[in-house]
């Protein structure tokens, strides 16, 4: 469970910074099908997953008949909307607070010290 959840968070992050690295650079182009990129590259938590068969009659059988594999891709499902909602919070949080900028100064001032 751990290692999804470091997964899940270090996967939104980047995803984050990447766009607001787009943004900062302005690469429009990229930020308007970024989610869309990643689901095509596979980069995203469904990593290319498709639906398992008989997905879109799901509704016609009760939950407990489901098999496993629908479980498993519902949960999958619930996931990725996770990671699309840190990375877009990730992506504000770039914005507002331009953590880019203060990592640049932060490791400039580290620089400089070691030097002397």
Not at 23 to 40: A, G, P, V, W
Not at 80 to 95: N, R
Request: include cysteine; proline fraction near 2%; aromatic fraction near 16%.
């Amino acid at each position: 469970m751990t290692g999804h959840l470091c997964y899940l968070f270090t996967r939104s992050w980047e995803m984050g910074r990447l766009r607001s690295y787009y943004m900062k650079t302005r690469q429009y182009n990229h930020l308007t099908n970024f989610l869309n990129d990643c689901r095509y590259n596979h980069t995203d938590w469904m990593r290319g997953q498709s639906e398992p068969p008989g997905w879109e009659d799901r509704y016609s059988i009760d939950r407990e008949g489901w098999s496993e594999n629908w479980l498993l891709y519902e949960r999958d499902l619930m996931i990725q909307e996770d990671l699309e909602w840190f990375a877009e919070a990730v992506y504000q949080f770039y914005q507002k607070h331009q953590v880019d900028q203060r990592e640049r100064q932060n490791v400039g001032r580290l620089l400089q010290e070691e030097v002397r």
